[in-house]
């Protein structure tokens, strides 16, 4: 079974824990190209973080790197055991 990778690009505020944006997309190209200019535009501001993450679902997404929703991931827990058994 094939699973189809979703790019997520996730912009997010260090100093006030906020995720500002969470864009997603298809087209691996197309989200490498949105992220190079993200990242341009915050390049420098310490606060802001640009990552690009793919994951079969948001669901993933949000249990693999739950800190930038709002939900801290304890150092050691089962997340990514559990993520890649979703990719077997």
Same mark, same amino acid.
């Given at each position: 079974?094939?699973?189809?990778?979703?790019?997520?690009? !996730?912009?997010?505020?260090?100093?006030?824990?906020?995720?500002?944006?969470?864009?997603?997309?298809?087209?691996?190209?197309?989200?490498?190209?949105?992220?190079?200019?993200?990242?341009?535009?915050?390049?420098?501001?310490?606060?802001?973080?640009?990552? !690009?993450?793919?994951?079969?679902?948001?669901?993933? !997404?949000?249990?693999?790197?739950?800190?930038?929703?709002?939900?801290?991931?304890?150092?050691?827990?089962?997340?990514?055991?559990?993520? !890649?058994?979703?990719?077997?």
């Amino acid at each position: 079974m094939t699973v189809e990778t979703t790019y997520f690009l !996730l912009t997010y505020d260090r100093r006030h824990g906020k995720l500002l944006g969470n864009r997603r997309f298809k087209d691996e190209a197309q989200a490498s190209a949105v992220y190079a200019a993200t990242e341009a535009h915050f390049r420098g501001n310490e606060a802001v973080e640009v990552v !690009l993450v793919g994951a079969d679902s948001e669901q993933t !997404l949000r249990h693999t790197h739950g800190h930038y929703f709002g939900r801290q991931q304890p150092r050691g827990s089962a997340s990514a055991a559990h993520f !890649l058994a979703a990719l077997a």
